[in-house]
């Protein structure tokens, strides 16, 4: 067996062993992988030696274990061989009465070095003095060497072997630092050289000097001419760039609410400069050694994270990496610069540059650019996003760095949107001006049509909520260096991405490079394997809520998913599902970036904490790959990404965690730092496959579920995508935008409560605090309010007014609310008449009341959550039609009690049309914690028993079957909640007949999502419309009917009650009406039937109404 053992960083050796030798024996290690660093990583590779049978001498690596262990860290021994040095060269002396230019100070502040003085000609720079090695005596050699500190055993041998010793002089001694006070101390992300004058300051120095010292000293002072020459031919020139470049950042602070005036930088500055009051400037006495200059990292919003190294594809077989030599000083651009108020770039010229000639926006230094086919460009649309460019900071052609501003406007209908909300992905894609910036500071120059540009990676964090429609982000890019690797060049950037002045999105460690076919070809893919992975110590796996008994989706389900359907997708257990006003999902169109899920284990994977496997088939004529980019198209790996969160999203979905969170959506993890690594392309060179694999890490359950996942994306079984940690998290959200339509109205004797039409939508299904103001803010979070009902089961269009404050419990308190009955109402059609239906007036009498309870601040007052369901109505009488035109319903509060955690509320209540009363009623609704719902006991019946429900009846008919047609009419449509009806001639205690009228419970039945949001029951009138429905139809197979025109809505004069009980939930299978006749009685007003009746929800009795009629009208 062939051996391997790479002992160089990173293991691309290692990796490419394999595919040299095939299936030839051999062992391949690397003692220092880049996915698996430490002290376990070595443990296991030199295990994985000695189990291949590799003499491994352990005694060395135990003892230094040991060391460790006792916190000795592994001393060396006195006898350890070592090598010393001095630190520094001798003092150089200076001359005596030499003299050199004072440099003066800076200007207190940045502004003033705008002030351009006059041309100053250049001083005559003495010729360079050309110094050999033999220009030194010995004598002066000996003199400049020190003798070095002593040495014993194998170091004194290591010393005498290397002859001739060469030991380095101390340290010279340097004028003192300029102490500066703090006022005069600013930022700016670039350097402003101060110029030099010629005022000459007199250093007294040592008496004696060699000549070393001597001509070193005509070096500093020949070289200290010509900066000065340098710094003045320069001054003017960069002042007035300076002045420019100030105006336009004083500009976009203005316009972001900022201190008029005062730059604010987003960032930390790249650089900073340091200005002061004239200071005389010590003169430099002997040169020092180069030291680079050191950029501080730019301050992030995001947790502080160490920088890795630049990572490098492992396409491009990279030697050692070096830093690229820093361009020279920029001199001023000649490029315009955007004037305050004003764009650098408009749309328009950014879809040329994505996809025109370059040089007809950038100028004609970049003409060279219009000769080649492919290009550094920005997508072109749908996947151009940016709108506009506000400025740039770089010089163009220089491959130095750089910053760009963009903007981007969220179009609310645009192709991104998903719930009004932009994707994650398409967040980070916006930035994607660094491309712009890279070809104007010259990429392509370099490129020339052979190198394509290709994202590496990034540390993202979403610091709070994502784009809604109508905010405009602002991008600020930074490219703050770049390297090369062999023949391929890197750049690296980060950017901030701002809502107003919210910071919506830092990006750190950016890294992305310019690669040849061949390199893109040749890429070992992502480096990470879960199985050498683990979670991280202390991960949480709470209990899921309910995990779907499906292992994988069609794309049919997945399907109707997307549509909103969670129940047909996930089966049993999601029923309250079906009820979703707008379940938590995944985007449709463009961004349906997967076809099926190919399998879900909820407690499979390496890790034993769940695996998702989703799959997308690529055609080659996928959308995304036109435009983006031109000449060069392959999938944006922000689109992997997007795709690799949807299918979290999905496995967070099946975990049960969107069933009680309707109208909530899914959003990123906010200030939590993301890697994203990219490692290979998608190109249409072929159909292609992709996998995205999540493997579960975290489930946290409470308010705000989460779950964090490592995130894999395969294409045809290579591995391009890696996120290690994402973590996606439900947020509450409502299907109604916040900020509810006007016109408002606020009502009198309030501050911020509104009685008009989009409010009290919004109480339906908007944000609470629309509807009831600040009294409900606590509700906006994560709390579950009380609701009216959605529509199309909406009855109240205004509030006229309320004589009780907010938040405090009236007795006596009254409101007065108006209904518009339109002319083309759903439920007129419905029912075959020109008048309200029995359940409808009911509701437009109810939902006031609902409206009351809130705004006297029941729930808002406690500390839990409540359900809020009518109990009780008495004395309900009808005296005439309810038509179209406006009703006006007046509600009192006539007292409340509490007691058990509970609130009943009794009202009295008066709907009147055209000033004559048209309803009244007495009713009870109560507040109740959710658990006292979860266990009905319900009602005893005196009349019918689940024997006599259950019986076999002479007659069975269809609701809408040809015994039940024609007139009078039943309801039909939404207002159908009946499908069979059985009936018992001659039957109950008067000997006039019963009947039962059955219909299936469908979870995701009209009412339940609009009765309630959040808390799906069915309706209590509705229930009350199917006995009246029961009883009709009874009447009819009784032949008390026959040659009627009509029903009345329900008998008019004539009183009634009601008693409820229980709730029928999605979960229910089956709902029965059960009637007995009391009398039948015919008049000139028609036959009036009168009955008993009950409603029953599976076996059990939940509602019952007493001596409600049913009156057949005769023409």
Not at 86 to 96: F, L, M, T
Not at 126 to 144: C, R
Not at 202 to 214: F, K
Not at 793 to 807: E, L, Q
Request: proline share 9%.
């Amino acid at each position: 067996m062939r051996v391997f053992v790479e002992h160089g960083p990173r293991g691309i050796l290692t990796a490419a062993i394999p595919k040299i030798l095939g299936d030839q024996p051999h062992v391949a290690v690397a003692l220092d992988a880049q996915e698996r660093r430490g002290l376990r990583a070595l443990a296991e590779t030199v295990a994985k030696l000695w189990v291949n049978g590799v003499p491994v001498a352990t005694d060395g690596f135990d003892a230094r274990i040991e060391a460790l262990r006792s916190q000795q860290g592994g001393a060396r021994a006195e006898t350890a061989r070592t090598l010393s040095f001095a630190g520094h060269w001798p003092d150089i002396v200076d001359v005596p009465g030499a003299t050199v230019a004072e440099a003066p100070a800076a200007p207190p502040r940045v502004a003033a070095a705008h002030t351009a003085g006059p041309a100053v000609a250049p001083p005559k720079v003495p010729e360079p003095v050309a110094v050999s090695p033999a220009a030194v005596s010995p004598a002066q050699n000996e003199s400049a060497q020190m003798p070095a500190p002593e040495t014993t055993g194998a170091a004194a041998t290591i010393a005498a072997e290397a002859a001739p010793a060469q030991y380095m002089p101390p340290a010279p001694s340097y004028p003192p630092a300029l102490a500066l006070p703090q006022t005069v101390v600013t930022q700016t992300e670039y350097v402003t050289a101060p110029a030099v004058a010629g005022q000459a300051v007199n250093i007294a120095a040592p008496a004696a000097v060699g000549d070393q010292t001597a001509t070193a000293l005509g070096i500093v002072d020949s070289a200290s001419a010509a900066h000065t020459a340098f710094v003045e031919r320069q001054a003017q020139a960069h002042a007035a760039f300076l002045q420019t470049r100030e105006a336009m950042l004083a500009m976009v602070a203005r316009r972001r609410g900022e201190l008029p005036g005062r730059v604010v930088a987003r960032s930390a500055p790249a650089t900073t400069v340091v200005t002061a009051p004239p200071v005389a400037a010590p003169a430099v006495t002997a040169p020092a050694a180069f030291v680079a200059p050191v950029t501080p990292a730019p301050a992030s919003a995001a947790p502080p994270a160490s920088a890795p190294a630049p990572v490098t594809p492992a396409a491009a077989r990279p030697a050692p990496v070096a830093p690229v030599p820093a361009p020279a000083p920029p001199a001023p651009s000649q490029e315009p610069a955007a004037a305050p108020g004003t764009v650098l770039f408009s749309r328009e010229q950014l879809e040329v540059l994505a996809g025109g000639k370059v040089s007809e926006v950038f100028g004609p230094r970049f003409a060279e650019y219009d000769n080649y086919e492919r290009l550094v460009r920005m997508p072109e649309p749908p996947l151009l996003l940016a709108d506009r460019v506000i400025s740039i900071d770089g010089e163009p052609g220089t491959m130095g760095t750089g910053t760009i501003v963009t903007e981007t406007d969220v179009d609310p209908d645009a192709w991104y949107m998903h719930n009004g909300r932009m994707s994650p992905g398409v967040v980070i894609e916006s930035g994607q001006a660094d491309l712009l910036l890279a070809s104007w500071l010259g990429a392509d120059f370099s490129n020339r049509s052979d190198r394509v540009y290709r994202l590496l990676g990034c540390d993202l964090t979403f610091m709070g909520e994502l784009p809604k429609g109508g905010e405009t982000l602002h991008y600020e890019i930074h490219i703050d260096g770049h390297a090369k690797t062999g023949d391929t060049r890197l750049f690296f950037f980060h950017y901030d991405c701002y809502i107003g002045d919210r910071l919506m999105i830092s990006v750190r460690n950016g890294q992305a490079g310019f690669f040849s076919d061949a390199e893109l070809a040749d890429s070992d893919g992502v480096l990470w394997d879960a199985a050498d992975d683990a979670p991280r110590e202390g991960a949480i796996r709470d209990t899921p809520p309910q995990v779907t008994t499906k292992r994988s989706f069609s794309a049919e389900e997945l399907a109707a998913y997307v549509d909103g359907h969670a129940y047909t997708c996930f089966g049993a257990g999601f029923e309250r599902a079906a009820a979703h006003s707008r379940t938590p999902s995944l985007p449709k169109g463009r961004l349906r970036l997967f076809d099926e899920i190919a399998e879900f284990d909820p407690e499979g994977g390496p890790w034993g904490r769940g695996y998702l496997r989703a799959r997308a088939h690529v055609p080659a004529d996928s959308w995304f790959y036109s435009g983006h980019f031109k000449n060069d198209p392959c999938m944006p790996g922000t689109l992997m990404a997007d795709a690799a969160t949807q299918a979290l999203s999905f496995a967070m979905a099946a975990y049960g965690f969107t069933i009680e969170h309707d109208g909530w959506r899914f959003e990123p993890v906010p200030d939590e730092m993301s890697r994203f690594v990219c490692r290979g392309q998608v190109i249409p060179n072929a159909d292609h496959t992709l996998d995205y694999e999540v493997f579960i890490e975290e489930i946290i359950d409470g308010p705000t579920p989460t779950v964090y996942a490592a995130l894999l994306c395969r294409s045809d079984g290579f591995k391009v995508f890696h996120a290690r940690r994402f973590g996606i998290r439900l947020v509450p959200d409502w299907p109604m935008p916040p900020g509810a339509p006007g016109p408002v109205h606020i009502l009198e004797g309030t501050t911020d409560v509104r009685g008009d039409y989009g409010a009290l939508l919004a109480c339906g299904r908007g944000m609470p605090s629309d509807a009831f103001g600040e009294l409900y803010k606590p509700f906006d979070g994560t709390r579950r309010a009380p609701r009216l009902p959605d529509e199309p089961y909406h009855f109240v269009s205004r509030i006229i007014s309320v004589d009780s404050p907010p938040g405090v419990p009236t007795k006596g308190g009254t409101c007065v609310a108006e209904y518009d009955v339109p002319a083309d109402a759903w439920y007129l059609a419905d029912t075959h008449s020109d008048a309200v239906p029995l359940s409808v007036l009911i509701e437009i009498l109810l939902q006031p009341c609902g409206w009351l309870s809130s705004y006297n601040g029941f729930a808002a007052n406690r500390p839990d959550d409540v359900l809020f369901r009518n109990l009780d109505g008495k004395n309900i009488t009808q005296l005439r039609p309810a038509l179209v035109g406006t009703l006006r319903v007046s509600t009192t509060m006539e007292r409340y009690a509490e007691g058990g955690g509970s609130t009943i509320c009794f009202f009295d209540v008066v709907c009147t049309q055209n000033d004559e009363v048209v309803m009244t009623m007495n009713t009870a609704f109560g507040f109740f914690k959710p658990e006292a719902m979860e266990n009905q006991v319900g009602l005893k019946s005196p009349q019918f028993t689940l024997d006599g429900l259950n019986a076999e009846a002479p007659v069975n008919v269809e609701y809408l079957g040809p015994e039940l047609s024609g007139a009078p009419y039943l309801h039909q449509g939404r207002l159908q909640v009946l499908d069979r009806v059985k009936f018992w001639p001659g039957a109950g205690d008067a000997g006039l007949g019963r009947a039962v009228a059955i219909y299936d419970v469908h979870p995701e039945a009209w009412f339940f999502k609009a009765h309630f949001f959040q808390d799906p029951v069915q309706p209590g009138s509705l229930g009350l419309e199917a006995m009246q429905q029961c009883a009709r139809a009874a009447a009819r197979l009784a032949g008390v009917a026959d040659g009627a025109t009509h029903f009345e809505q329900v008998a008019h004069d004539q009183s009634f009650d009601w008693s409820f009980r229980g709730q029928v939930t999605p979960l229910a299978k089956l709902a029965r009406s059960a009637v007995e006749i009391l009398s039948v009685e015919t008049d000139e007003r028609g036959t009036l039937v009168v009955f008993n009746g009950t409603f029953w929800v599976d076996d059990l009795c939940i509602y019952e109404t007493k001596k409600m009629g049913v009156r057949a009208v005769r023409a």
